[in-house]
């Protein structure tokens, strides 16, 4: 129900269907749940970058011995880190997209000391990074839409990317 971006309610509105259900909740207490959930506010949910035929996985964090958790298929995957980043339209947590034809060996990359984007490195050397993904072969077709979705809702580039979409 929160994750509708058609529909996407806001806080106020899920204390009310709450309510009818007989759990009676702040505003507040639903906005703090939604954060430790890492559910966007309505304002972002309504603007998802992403549409509802990409199902991305839950996250994993970046670190060597998590790797394995990421299957070794085709797919696309976005980089974001636990505090926002500022954005002409937005705030969000994404700091990079990508797409590979073997995730599990593209993200190993990324917790190496070889990594060519500077911006990268600096978020994975500063930040935790959390990764999640979505398993397709049209990988580079789905990364090309997802940047200029990005791009159209936050209004450029996530901060690591600097080609694409």
């Known amino acids: 129900m929160v994750n509708n971006n058609e529909n996407a309610p806001k806080d106020k509105d899920i ?10 909740l702040s505003v507040r207490t639903i906005c703090n749940c939604r954060k430790l ?9 309504a603007t998802h970058y992403y549409e509802k035929d990409i199902t991305f996985s839950g996250y994993v964090k970046l670190s060597k011995d998590k790797v394995n958790k990421i299957p070794p ?6 980089l974001s880190i636990s505090s926002k980043t500022d954005y002409p339209n937005y705030r969000s947590n994404v700091v990079y997209i990508g797409s590979s034809q073997n995730l599990q ?14 911006c990268l490195k600096n978020f994975i050397n500063n930040h935790d990074v959390l990764i999640r993904f ?7 077709l789905i990364e090309k839409k997802l940047l200029k ?5 936050y ?3 996530p901060k690591a990317n600097s080609l694409g979409g």
């Not at 966007?40 to 949910?45: A, D, F, G, L």
């Open 73 to 78: 298929e085709a797919g696309v995957y976005e």
């Open 15 to 24: 204390q009310c269907l709450l309510d009818q259900k007989g759990l009676h």
């Open 155 to 157: 209004g450029e580039l």
């Open 105 to 118: 060996k593209r993200i190993a990359n990324y917790s190496g000391n070889e990594l060519k984007n500077d």
């Open 149 to 153: 979705n990005f791009r159209n809702n």
């Open 134 to 140: 979505c398993l397709t072969e049209n990988h580079i």
């Open 37 to 45: 959930l890492n559910i966007p506010n309505y304002k972002e949910r």
